[in-house]
């Protein structure tokens, strides 16, 4: 008696499917590239970066992105060696281990002369394509003198706050706590037990704490040393900057890789290769805003030459980011709950 | 009143409605646990602690909305012809299409430590401004969410009740105290327990707002051990048994609120925000007024910010967008997809509740109420999260065809939806049966023509407040879209949350504003449907 109710979801369910447009095959060759979904957003690197590269390989180049890069490292656990891609572009150095651990990647086998990021990263699985170093940045209308170290923002004025993002869930408050780390050793949770009383608040990933920090509510927010690019090129203002730490900046270094089951080895190599030339570069900073890994046709744009410098490149390395995390977000979130 | 053959499909519905959710749901979670390893469970006092404080802010919040929802439901009924309530109602439904990021800055223009209400305070030379940081801010973003919704659920109670009664009680002069204790507070008590159980489980899931407006990791909810198990330390087992924890929790304080429930009230008629001779004007009718004004403050205030940073945004250049058209209608066609399965969903159950009611008999059928009775509510606590690793895991390799995946964000969003439309549909479910129970059966309209002509006419209003307010819901879930993601599948909380990600904070604010249309038209257009209806039944 109730079938004819039962015909309107279902042809719902019909009707949405046939709303996408259906993709059509006209090079026989095609790469797929997992990625991260900010990379190929409208205004990302992606669209430029598919039109170069297509241009020369005579072949079809599909962007397939995820969350960010710990979504793209877990589909691949859960696709394991079912994934259909050749390409994987987007995780950064504190992932790394666990991805080689899955062992779905293999040697890239290209010359990366041309890379040149901080500390000189090199590897025979994953390539850089950009890096950034993680920044606290602030509201010049509401702070005239900003901390000049990471020892000033944890031992300052606790009416003027900062937001963070939580390392639990999000890729710069993971950043945040390798980078006290990095400066404080074992004392770690001492450092985070005085910086609590001045973090407004601590948000699930960066939009939110970006958003609380543009709409007024604290002058500082833990951000990355290029977004005052964004606000100077895009918005032409000069108003958000970002701190320079006289401890230096933590770093973080984007890479991608070919997977074993790449459907087209020859392909993808022939990707990561392309990665590092001009095409694929020059749409990194005002696309990505992040910094190139390798030489652009031009200089970058002029407010880059403005942005914070950094007095030194922190980075812990891999194998023991993958070692501890664990342990040391168990002391970040035991310091920060008392 | 059921014919045996009526009974017999009441029942095979409910079976096949129970059995999709199961399936909807054990499919998943068994495809994740046997695809995976992991550490596991052990129970530490982190684990202690977030129990703890989910259970203590989601009990907090819940006692907060329902004993505000009580006197302002109330009040919205003692005044039906109040000058811009049925606007008010409709902007009671926007807060359930937001996504938590936009209402959470939205309260925070109002509330925030730069905002209106401390700006005020500081003129008024008060130095200690309210912070909204903490437990009190995630009280008052879980009641400016819950409060309009349980409001508009118990106010449906309210105006089920006939006009006699009224009418009745103007003429005999009942006091207020003796209105509410002998014809309000049966009505409301009816639905409170439903609703403060529905409030509680959106509670105990709430995930982004409790971050944003915790001030610190001291303020963690299950939610986000479950994401974090999921995410960072990719322990599929764990995920699944912290899911099990908090249904095991959550189930508990259901059936604890059980106890509230009351018989119900069978009510001859059905009238239409009915008129009210037992109100007098004076001071109570004033005090009602006001307060209505203040509830309709502190929800609209957070909805007149989004408005504001919405009207800044570039308007033209957002709408002439190719890709956010491309959004508006992939969300409404998954919205309406989601909103009609979870329609047809709660209809299956409800009937065959209402079967099992009627005719107290087999054990059978007393398993069959019971499991529709919760599978129509925990639902809610299955982790979207989980539920989509799950499929995705199933679907891996088939996920470049289209059809699929989208088929798996319309049945989670439709199972997110579906403890809302039980609770609409029900009760009105309830009163359609027993006013036209025997006479169907006396004028011999039985089966698919008592459905179409009795059953399902009578049930119009109440399926299109169902209806708009499942399609708002799916409206502002991100949750299971992101996990397919690709650049394929574009929603309109897909596409803010990227112009977020991505610096343009103005274009969200657009698109939140968008959001907010819709719902509102939604609305407008469920109770149009609704009235339309209404008025032509014979």
Known sequence: MRKPSLFFPLFTLIGTAGLVPLAAHADDRTLTVYTYESFIAEWGPGPKVKQAFEADCGCRLDWVGVADGVALLNRLKLEGDKAAAGVVLGLDTNLVTEAKATSLFAPHDIDTSAVSVPGGYADDVFVPYDYGHFAVVYDTQAIKTPPSSLKELVEGDPSQKIVIEDPRTSTPGLGLLLWVKAIYGDDSAAAWAMLRDRVLTVTPGWSEAYGLFTSGEAPMVLSYVTSPAYHMIAEDSDRYQAASFSEGQYLQIEVAGILKAAPEPDLARQFLAFMLTTGFQDTIATNNWMMPAAPTSEPLPEPFERLVKPTKDLLLPSDEVAAHRKAWVDEWQEAMSK | ?538
């Open chain 2, 1 to 538: 009143m059921l014919t045996p053959a009526e009974h017999r499909a009441a029942r095979l519905g409910g079976w096949f409605g129970i059995g999709l959710l199961a399936a909807a749901i054990g499919i998943p979670v068994a495809a994740l646990l046997a695809g995976s390893t992991g550490a596991g469970f052990g129970v530490d006092p982190y684990l202690l602690r977030i129990t703890r404080f989910t259970l203590l802010q989601a009990g907090l919040s819940t006692a907060l909305s329902i004993a505000l929802a009580i006197p302002l439901a109330r009040a919205l009924a003692r005044h039906p012809a109040l000058p811009g309530r049925s606007l008010l109602l409709r902007l009671f439904a926007i807060p359930l299409g937001l996504p938590p990021l936009v209402a959470a800055l939205g309260l925070i223009v109002v509330w925030g430590r730069q905002g209106i209400v401390n700006a005020g305070l500081l003129r008024l030379g008060v130095d200690q401004p309210v912070s909204i940081y903490g437990l009190s801010g995630i009280l008052m973003a879980h009641v400016f969410f819950n409060l309009p919704l349980a409001t508009r659920l118990m106010l449906m109670g309210l105006e089920r009740l006939p006009a006699e009664y009224w009418k009745n009680a103007a003429i005999l002069g009942m006091t207020r105290a003796n209105v509410f204790r002998l014809i309000e507070w049966p009505a409301i008590a009816q639905l409170a327990g439903g609703a403060a159980g529905l409030v509680f489980m959106l509670c105990v899931t709430s995930f982004t707002l409790v971050l944003v407006l915790g001030g610190g990791p001291a303020a963690t909810t299950l939610e986000v051990a479950i994401y974090q198990a999921l995410r960072f330390d990719f322990d599929p087992p764990r995920a699944v048994l912290l899911a099990l924890v908090q249904i095991a929790l959550t189930s508990a304080v259901l059936i604890a609120l059980r106890v509230l429930k009351s018989p119900a009230e069978e009510a001859p008629q059905l009238g239409l925000s009915p008129a009210r001779p037992d109100v007098a004007p004076g001071l109570p009718a004033l005090a009602d007024r006001v307060l209505i004004l203040a509830s309709a403050l502190f929800v609209i205030a957070p909805l007149a910010a989004t408005l504001v940073a919405g009207l800044r945004a570039d308007l033209v250049r957002i709408l002439t967008d190719a890709l956010l058209w491309r959004a508006i209608l992939t969300s409404l066609a998954v919205a309406a997809a989601a909103a009609a399965t979870s329609t047809m969903l709660a209809l299956l159950l409800v009937r065959a509740r209402h079967s099992v009611a009627e005719s107290q008999t087999a054990f059978a059928g007393r398993i069959l109420s019971w499991l529709a009775g919760i599978a129509g509510s925990l639902v809610l606590l299955a982790p979207p999260v989980v539920m989509g690793a799950g499929w995705f895991l199933l679907l891996s390799g088939a996920t470049r065809a289209l059809a699929l995946p989208l088929m798996i964000i319309v049945l989670i969003n439709a199972m997110m939806a579906l403890p809302f439309v039980i609770r609409v549909i029900e009760p009105a479910h309830r009163t359609a049966m027993s006013r036209n129970g025997r006479l169907c059966l006396s004028l011999g309209v039985t089966g698919i023509n008592r459905l179409r002509r009795v059953d399902l006419p009578a049930l119009a209003r109440p399926l299109a407040t169902a209806f708009a307010f499942a399609m708002a819901l799916s409206l502002g879930d991100l949750g299971a879209v992101a996990l397919f993601g690709g650049d394929r599948i574009v929603t309109l909380p897909w596409l803010l949350l990227q112009k977020m990600g991505s610096y343009r904070t103005a274009d969200a604010a657009g698109i939140a504003l968008i959001l907010a249309v819709l719902c509102m038209g939604l609305m407008a257009l469920s109770d149009r449907t609704g009235a339309g209806r209404e008025a032509a039944r014979p």
